[in-house]
T-cell receptor, first 114, second 112 residues
Framework: GAGVSQSPSNKVTEKGKDVELRCDPI?????LYWYRQSLGQGLEFLIY????????KSGLPSDRFSAERTGGSVSTLTIQRTQQEDSAVYLC????????????FGQGTRLTVV | DAKTTQPTSMDCAEGRAANLPCNHS???????VYWYRQIHSQGPQYIIHGLKNNETNEMASLIITEDRKSSTLILPHATLRDTAVYYCIVRASNQAGTALIFGKGTTLSVSS
């Protein structure tokens, strides 16, 4: 596709359930980022992948959050045992590399935990 | 630790230049200054970035002070569609790379 694609665009889940959010980066982009944005708040960095290097997981808020990037392309963010405070828009971005290039963002997945 | 400081909000009249300041007094020699914006309900959008020299593209101009401790993003003729949150980000450029860390940004309101 032409841009970063995220799915689903909206997800409503019950408290305690696990959810998986998917990100399809732009083809050929080696860097991939996940962010979280709660209502009315700024972007909170979660995790980023760069090529074959170990991901920077420093932003993950708890061990209920994890992410994978298979084959250097598609990424999945998994939230286990969801809580109401996990409700937010989850944004994914990709870039050609982390050196002097712009990051392109998807439209996000709006997660609502009820 | 916040690497940049921006005013919380600014107003601008449509058609006038919007000058958005950013303070990054602890910037290192290998760190670039990036600007992104986020229009309501959309993902962030890249605007411009620079190291030392002033930069200009079709969206904006970036003026970086000689000591690199501050910069100004200039939207030469603001329109209503430029109403957004503008983020100034400092990031190193090296082989390992670092993630883009967003601060609180400046909410720019353009009015007619």
């Amino acid at each position: 596709g032409a841009g970063v694609s995220q799915s689903p665009s909206n997800k409503v889940t019950e408290k305690g359930k696990d959810v998986e959010l998917r990100c399809d980066p732009i083809s050929g982009h080696t860097a991939l980022y996940w962010y979280r944005q709660s209502l009315g708040q700024g972007l909170e960095f979660l995790i980023y992948f760069q090529g074959n290097s170990a991901p920077d997981k420093s932003g993950l808020p708890s061990d209920r959050f994890s992410a994978e990037r298979t084959g250097g392309s598609v990424s999945t963010l998994t939230i286990q045992r969801t809580q109401q405070e996990d409700s937010a828009v989850y944004l994914c971005a990709s870039s050609l590399s982390t050196a002097n290039t712009e990051a392109f963002f998807g439209q996000g997945t709006r997660l609502t935990v009820v | 630790d916040a690497k940049t400081t921006q005013p919380t909000s600014m107003d601008c009249a449509e058609g006038r230049a919007a000058n958005l300041p950013c303070n990054h007094s602890t910037i290192s020699g290998n760190e670039y200054v990036y600007w992104y914006r986020q229009i309501h309900s959309q993902g962030p959008q890249y605007i411009i970035h620079g190291l030392k020299n002033n930069e200009t593209n079709e969206m904006a101009s970036l003026i970086i002070t000689e000591d690199r401790k501050s910069s100004t993003l200039i939207l030469p003729h603001a329109t209503l569609r430029d109403t957004a949150v503008y983020y100034c980000i400092v990031r190193a450029s090296n082989q390992a790379g670092t993630a883009l860390i967003f601060g609180k940004g400046t909410t720019l309101s353009v009015s007619s």
